[in-house]
């Protein structure tokens, strides 16, 4: 039974003799033409050429371009041990002002303090040291004419016995 709404069937062609052998005749020569210029291609480019070397040990030198932010691992703060105006910056190992970030070296300056206020305390320490030193000479120079004064004492009473009593050096201590 046929429906109406149905499609009308198709019919298959039959393939020709001659179609069959024709289509693979196409697909072989595709195929030796593929392999050809693949074979050609590979022949006329440049020759393949390999770099030998003896395997050693060393440094291995790896360049990283990228963005971003470089941390160090460890901050340093650097602080004066004296307080005081600052009258001039050093000089990084590129020759620039210290600032900030800089790369400075051990032993670099990295600012000078105005010493004004320290050279004029070293003064006054100076001047009391002398002063001091001073002192201790003129009291070095009493002890010598005291030691003299009794002596002279001592001499005037062994010449005149009778004549006052003087206290003896055991009184004073001495």
């Given at each position: ?15 020709s ?48 371009n ?22 001039s ?17 051990e ?47 001592r ?20």
């Open positions: 039974m046929l429906d109406k709404h149905a499609p009308e069937c198709e019919t298959v062609i039959p393939c003799v001659f179609e069959k052998p024709l289509v693979i005749a196409v697909c072989v020569l595709a195929l030796v033409g593929g392999v050809g210029a693949w074979w050609w291609r590979a022949r006329s480019g440049p020759p393949l050429s390999f770099r030998t070397a003896a395997v050693k040990r060393g440094d291995l030198v790896v360049t990283i990228a963005t971003g932010t470089v941390e160090p691992e460890e901050v340093v703060d650097v602080g004066a041990q004296v307080a005081g105006q600052i009258i910056f050093g000089r990084d190992k590129n020759g620039n002002t210290v600032d900030y970030g800089s790369i400075v070296e032993e670099t300056i990295l600012a000078q303090i105005d010493d004004s206020v320290y050279a004029a305390d070293v003064a006054l320490a100076r001047a009391q040291l002398e002063q001091d030193k001073a002192g201790e000479v003129s009291a070095a120079a009493n002890l010598e004419q005291m030691k003299a004064k009794l002596v002279q004492s001499s005037r009473l062994e010449k005149n016995p009778g004549t006052r009593s003087f206290p003896t050096a055991a009184a004073f201590n001495l």
